[in-house]
C-alpha cells in the first residue's frame, strides 16, 4: 500500500481516487502509485457494492504527469538500455489504462488544477470528465522531444476528436478549461470550490440507477469503441438476457406499472 494515492467509498458506493503527492503536484510514473492505481481498480471491479469513482488531485494540480526531474537523471540510462525503457513502460504507466479500460465501474475525472502529458491523459482513461475553472490540459510529450507511452495518441482522439488531437499533440500547448469544454474534452466547467460536489452529485445521479445495468452499459460503449456492429450485437444480447434475470429489473418494472419510486439493491 502506498500513501500516494487515497481510496475513499462513502455510503452511496462513490469511491473516491485521490492523487496525493501534493509537493510534487501528483505525478504518475512512481511503480508504487501504479501498482495502487491497479490495484484500486481491480478492489472495485470486484466489490459489487462499488457504484462509480471519482479521480482527482490532492493539492493544486491534478497531475503533472510524469517527473521530469527523475526523467533527466535517468537519461543516460535510458539511452543506452532502450529494450530496458521499453519494459519499464509496458510494466508501468501503460497497466494504468489497461486497468481503467477493463473496470466496468463509471470513472469521473474531478480536474481541479494542471492535467498535463500523461495527467491530461490520465483524465481521457476515465469515462466523463469534470473540470473546476482552474484546470489546464496540455498533451505536452512534443515540448519534451517525447512522444505519448501512455496510450494517449489512442485515448485522445476518442475524447476531443482527430482534429483536435492532432492540434494538441503536435502543439504540445496548453488550453484552459473553457477550451476544454469547448471541444468536448470536458463535459462540465464549474467554479473550483464546487468541483467536488458536483462530481459527486452526478456520481449520485449514476449510483442511482441499478448496478448490474450501468456496468454492462459502460462494457458495452467501451467495446464499442473498437467492435464491429454485429459483434457488439451479440454482445448486447447476451447482456440483455443477463439483466432481465436481475432483481433491480423486476423492481424497475414493477415500480413503473405500480407508479412509484422503484428502491435498488444492486442484485
Given at each position: 500500500m502506498t500513501d500516494k494515492l487515497l481510496y475513499e467509498q462513502d455510503d452511496n458506493g462513490i469511491v473516491l481516487l485521490t492523487l496525493n503527492q501534493p509537493e510534487s503536484r501528483n505525478p504518475i510514473t512512481d511503480q508504487d502509485l501504479i501498482d495502487a492505481l491497479v490495484a484500486a481498480c481491480e478492489r472495485m471491479q470486484n466489490d459489487q457494492t462499488v457504484r462509480v469513482a471519482i479521480v482527482t488531485g490532492a493539492g493544486s494540480a491534478f497531475s503533472s504527469g510524469g517527473n521530469v526531474k527523475r526523467m533527466a537523471e535517468a537519461g543516460d540510462e535510458r539511452r543506452a538500455n532502450p529494450i530496458g525503457t521499453r519494459g519499464y513502460y509496458r510494466t508501468g504507466i501503460q497497466r494504468i489504462p489497461l486497468a481503467l479500460e477493463k473496470l466496468d465501474v463509471p470513472v469521473i475525472a474531478a480536474v481541479n488544477g494542471p492535467a498535463m502529458g500523461a495527467g491530461c491523459d490520465l483524465t481521457c482513461m476515465c469515462d466523463i470528465r469534470i473540470a473546476g475553472e482552474s484546470a489546464r490540459f496540455a498533451e505536452s510529450?512534443?515540448?519534451?522531444?517525447?512522444?505519448?507511452?501512455?496510450?494517449?495518441?489512442?485515448?485522445?482522439?476518442?475524447?476531443?476528436?482527430?482534429?483536435?488531437?492532432?492540434?494538441?499533440?503536435?502543439?504540445?500547448?496548453?488550453?484552459?478549461?473553457?477550451?476544454a469544454l469547448a471541444c468536448g474534452l470536458v463535459s462540465q466547467v464549474v467554479p473550483d470550490g464546487e468541483l467536488l460536489d458536483a462530481a459527486r452529485k452526478l456520481a449520485k445521479r449514476i449510483a442511482a440507477n441499478p448496478t448490474q445495468a450501468v456496468r454492462m452499459t459502460k462494457r458495452l460503449i467501451r467495446e464499442g469503441q473498437h467492435t464491429r456492429l454485429d459483434t457488439l450485437l451479440e454482445m448486447s444480447a447476451a447482456f440483455q438476457a443477463l439483466v432481465h434475470t436481475t432483481a433491480d429489473h423486476r423492481e424497475a418494472a414493477t415500480a413503473f406499472v405500480e407508479k412509484r419510486r422503484p428502491t435498488f439493491t444492486g442484485r
Open positions: 510529450f512534443v515540448k519534451l522531444g517525447l512522444v505519448a507511452g501512455d496510450g494517449g495518441a489512442w485515448l485522445l482522439p476518442r475524447a476531443v476528436g482527430l482534429s483536435k488531437a492532432f492540434e494538441m499533440a503536435f502543439t504540445g500547448d496548453t488550453m484552459d478549461a473553457q477550451q
